[in-house]
Nanobody
């Protein structure tokens, strides 16, 4: 079993900051890309920020220069620092990871349960 355990999120006023963390646990042999997606009510789930095993980052244009993603510890934990938050950042944020569980298994995508981020105007 693989679990992505998310923490952080909450309610903040526009212009404020929040941090999210996600830790992968369980049968994790290798972890490739890890990061965050978000889904606002009535909208599709979109990529926010991801980081590869080699540290290459990719941000959505809407969050560039405001959000910072980092990979910590044994590289199975990812953090997202969100600054200068806007009401349009309000969404459920989902942790994502591409994981290989054993030498004989292929790569699979895993998702966390999601954490709510609400930015009030």
């Amino acid at each position: 079993q693989v679990q992505l355990v998310e923490s952080g999120g909450g309610v903040v006023q526009a212009g404020g900051s929040l941090s999210l963390s996600c830790a992968a646990s369980g049968s994790v042999l290798s972890l490739d890309t890890i990061g965050w997606y978000r889904q606002a009510p009535g909208k599709q789930r979109d990529m926010v920020a991801i980081i590869s095993a080699t540290g290459v980052t990719n941000y959505a244009d809407s969050v560039k220069d405001r959000f910072t993603i980092s990979r910590d510890g044994p590289k199975t934990t990812v953090s997202l620092r969100m600054d200068s938050l806007k009401p349009e950042d309000t969404a459920v944020y989902f942790c994502y990871a591409r994981i290989r569980r054993s030498p004989l298994s292929g790569w699979r995508d895993y998702w966390g349960q999601g954490t709510q981020v609400t930015v009030s105007s």
